[in-house]
């Protein structure tokens, strides 16, 4: 038993060693390991440095106002398309695509505003060959509210099993309870 296990062992050293060089880029070599479907993941596809933003889908970052404000993150990540729920100026208008929205802190009606923000990301991730950025203040909760529903729209998912699902990338993404009672509503 000992030997079947040591070589088990050997076997799966070598072959995750060898072969994540071929992984795909977006994929670390614990996500490959684990299946990104598995549920078992709790790390982003892609994230920034300090953790300031993550990858829940292909494409759709979610993170905070210091994830917009590094240029060369934004950059090396493939984002094309920047969303601001905060009504902040953007800081690079020649660099990305932005669409600028103001949504109040406490919670405030956000249905008007999800379905150019829905389309907007869809847009961004359209083909693959580019990202969107929603962000926030932190990252977590009106910036969490958008990315939910577009996780609710993309994966047919509930409100809460879509906060669920993009909390398994960004473990702090909290919503205020008025945004999420909009997106239980399902008015998507």
């Avoid at 961004?124 to 609710?152: D, N, P, Y």
């Avoid at 994966?155 to 473990?171: E, P, T």
Wanted: aromatic share 8%; net charge negative.
């Amino acid at each position: 038993m000992a030997v079947w296990t040591v070589t088990l062992a050997l076997l799966s050293a070598l072959f995750f060693s060898t072969t994540s060089a071929f992984l795909p880029a977006p994929f670390t070599l614990q996500a490959a390991r684990l299946g990104r479907s598995s549920g078992l993941c709790a790390m982003s596809l892609r994230s920034f440095p300090g953790d300031e933003a993550n990858e829940v889908l292909p494409g759709l970052f979610i993170g905070s106002k210091a994830a917009a404000e590094d240029k060369a993150a934004l950059q090396s990540n493939g984002i094309t398309h920047v969303l601001t729920t905060t009504g902040m100026a953007p800081p690079f208008p020649d660099d990305f695509e932005y669409l600028v929205i103001n949504l109040a802190d406490g919670g405030c009606a956000i249905t008007d505003d999800l379905p150019g923000c829905l389309e907007f990301v869809s847009k961004a991730r359209e083909g693959g060959s580019g990202g969107v950025l929603v962000h926030c203040g932190g990252g977590s909760g009106r910036s969490g509210a958008v990315t939910i529903a577009a996780v609710m729209k993309e994966k047919g998912l509930s409100a809460d099993d879509a906060l669920s699902f993009v909390q398994r990338y960004r473990s702090k993404v909290s919503p205020p309870e008025p945004f999420m009672e909009q997106l239980r509503a399902g008015n998507l």
